[in-house]
């Protein structure tokens, strides 16, 4: 068992959260259009994805029917704390930016052209991570 201070998120909460943010926003959907299809408030959806509140069992399984997808897909990478999905996904500095990409790829229709973007953001981060020639 996990010891947590009462004034910080328990981890798998915060994970959790993170997974109900990264599924919205690629779904598009506002915090307040999540919460009319949940029955709760914005400011509701605000804290369980930041971890703040806890959500219910019964609440998750809503949530995972209006985000369309299974109620495991919120703990998928989750290992005990630490996980190789970015679960702080959206909260560094570049959270627009990040979030603007997200929502661009997931607007895009054409599959052959979503792949073809995933191997040039491939290509180009193996380029930045190579040394500099000289």
Known sequence: MTD??????????AYVGSRIRLRRVQL??????????????FQAVQKYESGDIRISASRLFETAQ???VAPGYFFDG???GKSHVESDIGRGPDQRE??????????IRDPGLQAEILRLIG???QRAAEPAPG
Do not use: C, E
């Open 98 to 107: 990040i979030m603007s990409l997200i929502r661009g790829y997931y607007g």
């Open 66 to 68: 209006a985000l369309q």
């Open 28 to 41: 598009g959907l506002s915090q307040t259009a999540l919460g009319g299809r949940i029955g709760v408030s």
């Open 123 to 125: 290509r180009l981060g």
């Open 4 to 13: 947590v201070k009462d004034d910080t998120a328990h981890p798998i909460d």
């Open 78 to 80: 989750f290992a005990g």
